[in-house]
């Protein structure tokens, strides 16, 4: 019983042929490029083919259009392309030579094989647009068929990170020097420097010395005053988003899109119907979905999606840390695009994202990253979810572009960064060590004198509205920022020399303010309420009087400078703004101190640990579905 014909569409079975390369070429359909013109032999449609060529754009060549439409499948494409040729299909066998450098393979697709007898010699994975050269040169004879094999340009991918995964992690991995990564946790020095402080702060606590007393307390709430002054200066600094011209199809840049997959089966489905959604050529899309090789259940959801040849899905190979960063630094020794975009599973971004970037990146040289808008979608799942999705609003909506306005260091949200890839390579990528490597590549890019830009799009993602999964997440946060200000505090003098004085004085109080705002908050509060309440109770010492009123003036400054963006941002985005949510704020500050001190206990017990935050439970979406388009033609015989 013959096989069924190759087909086209949301169910795609590709047929067999034995036609020999000269029985196929007598077969060569009229009107179509030699790298289309043999599928007629093997089952397609010429009318068909022939429709689809006439619907390509016209700048690139109809193979690509295809291919990268999803319209013929790559797997089908090139084992027609080896009959056609006369050449074997590689599937594994023989293997590849022991001088085969992985990582130029990989870029270049070819390998030596190690051929003991008669067989092929190397294998070749042609992109599309070299299929035209391949085929020439093979019909000229400068080629023979027999001396090479033929495989996909994916399946070429797996069995090099399969078989030559250690050397591919060799150059993906470890990039940074000893002293930018936190592999390595404290120094001496810094070991040292804490515990001095914490003596000191224990003494002071106990002592009845009011001057010494009234120093400490002015030392730490001269670092409260210079977060809150930082922050109040962004919010007023942020301003309209520079517009740039915006590129067309012919002008715009090949694009590597990354997204890191650990136990996304529920949401798989989503990411993909948002990327599909992109307003970017498809082939000029360069898309890798990282998935760990023990994820099976995310491995067989994406099989079943059956993703067209610009989706290429990278088995990380095993390791340590099992960390996004270690996945991205993965996908990225195999980047094509100039531009590389990095997005979360839940991630729901705006279609022109792209586009926008790619024009922003064109029209100013001097950007090396981009960081879009996050927003959330659920805000009306919880009250937790509610304050995330204002605490984010404040941070993206405002925050953010005051600090670029002002050209200071800005940490990178983990979503939705867009860059120039031979920047990002030049300042070592992703520490794989550090479990917010958002916030260290962001001050790390501010030291290598690059320089970081918020722009005006959106992605919308889902914040987590359960205690746990909340919890879970911001322990992990505050360990990257405790990770990241250990890396950059190693050497202060190369860290204000990098950056200037007061690029640094922002950096450090960017990070600092943080940390210390989550481990002393509540006892801040609470002794701000308690002078209030005993004032004029007692002998008042002038040290004390003047503790008491700058303790007071700085509160209400604190108390604006977190309410005031919260205000603005809220209205920006149209979020409802109830006096309850209000009245949770100094709640959902207890958790988040609860979380930076656990955060301490993690980074002394696993420092490394990545903890999982769940995706795909929210009860509701506010923003718009992306739904995956498929072209419904079908090519058949």
């Known amino acids: 019983m013959p096989e069924p014909a190759p087909r086209i569409g949301a169910r795609r079975v590709f047929g067999r042929t034995s036609l020999r390369a000269h029985e196929q070429a007598d077969l060569d359909a009229p009107g179509l490029p030699p790298e289309l013109a043999f599928l007629p032999a093997a089952g397609f449609s010429s009318e068909q083919l022939l429709d689809a060529v006439g619907a390509a754009p016209k700048a ?45 393979g990989l870029r270049c697709g070819v390998a030596p094989l190690d051929s003991r007898g008669e067989g092929p010699r190397a294998v070749i994975a042609p992109r599309a647009q070299s299929v035209p050269l391949l085929i020439e040169a093979s019909q000229s004879g400068r080629i023979r068929s027999g001396s090479f094999a033929l495989t996909s340009p994916q399946r070429f991918a797996c069995l090099v990170r399969a078989h030559r995964g250690e050397a591919v992690l060799d150059v993906a991995l470890g990039r940074l020097p000893s ?137 990380a190979p095993p390791g340590e840390p099992r960390t996004k960063p270690r996945a991205l630094n993965i996908a990225l020794s195999s980047a094509r695009g100039e531009l590389l975009a990095v997005y979360d599973a839940e991630d729901a ?72 890839v031979r920047s990002l390579v030049s300042v070592g990528a992703w520490d794989e060590w550090n479990v917010t490597e958002d916030a260290d590549l962001g001050i790390r890019l501010a030291r290598f004198g690059y320089r970081v830009e918020t722009f005006d799009s959106d992605t919308w993602e889902e914040a987590p509205h359960e205690l746990g999964n909340w919890f879970g997440q911001r322990v992990r946060w505050q360990k990257g920022w405790m990770q990241t200000l250990i890396v950059h505090s190693r050497h202060p003098i190369l860290f204000v020399r990098d950056l200037g004085f007061q690029r640094a004085l922002a950096a450090t109080t960017l990070i600092v303010g943080a940390l210390l705002g ?120």
């Not at 998935?291 to 989706?311: C, F, N, S």
């Not at 603005?568 to 979380?595: C, D, G, H, K, S």
């Open 518 to 637: 989550g481990l002393f908050w509540p006892a801040f509060a609470a002794d701000t309420i308690w002078r209030a309440l005993s004032a004029g109770q007692g002998e008042l010492t002038p040290w004390r009087e003047a503790s008491d009123v700058f303790v007071y003036i700085l509160a209400l400054f604190g108390v604006w400078a977190i309410i005031l963006p919260a205000v603005v941002a809220v209205r920006l985005r149209r979020f409802n703004l109830t006096a309850t949510a209000l009245a949770l704020l100094p709640v959902y500050y207890i958790l988040l101190t609860a979380a930076t001190w656990t955060a301490i206990f993690h980074l002394a017990l696993w420092p490394h640990h990545w903890t999982k935050t769940a995706h795909g439970g929210s009860r509701r979406r506010t923003t718009p579905v992306f739904v995956r388009t498929h072209n419904t033609m079908q090519i058949h015989s």
């Open 349 to 420: 971004p705006s279609p022109d994202q792209l586009r926008l970037a790619a024009s922003r990146f064109a029209a100013d040289k001097g950007i090396d990253c981009l960081q879009a808008r996050l927003a959330v979608r659920n805000h009306d799942d919880s009250w937790l979810s509610k304050l995330f999705s204002i605490e984010y609003a404040a941070l993206f909506d405002l925050i953010n572009p005051g600090l670029c306005a002002l050209d200071l260091p800005m940490a990178l949200g983990g979503s939705s960064n867009h860059f120039r």
């Open 60 to 104: 690139i060549r109809p193979v690509e259009a295809l291919l990268s439409e999803g319209i013929i499948r790559e797997e089908a494409y090139y084992r027609a392309l080896a009959r056609h040729l006369g050449c074997q299909y590689y599937r594994g066998e023989p293997p590849f030579a022991g001088s085969f450098d992985a990582i130029k």
């Open 179 to 315: 002293r930018l990564t936190a592999k390595h946790g404290m120094t001496g020095p810094q070991i040292a420097t804490v515990g001095a402080v914490a003596a000191a702060a224990c003494f002071l606590g106990v002592a009845r010395f009011d001057v010494l007393q009234a120093v400490a307390s002015a030392a730490l709430w001269l670092t409260f005053s210079a977060a809150v002054v930082l922050r109040s200066m962004a919010a007023i600094a942020s301003n309209a988003e520079v517009s740039a011209p915006t590129l067309t199809d012919d002008e715009l840049p090949v694009y590597t899109v990354v997204a890191a997959l650990y136990r996304e089966t529920h949401v798989v489905q989503d990411l993909v119907n948002a990327i599909d959604a992109f307003d970017y050529p498809k082939n000029k899309l360069d898309i890798k979905l990282v998935v760990e090789r023990r994820d099976l259940e995310t491995l067989g959801r994406i099989v079943e999606l059956r993703l067209p040849a610009r989706y290429e899905v990278i088995v």
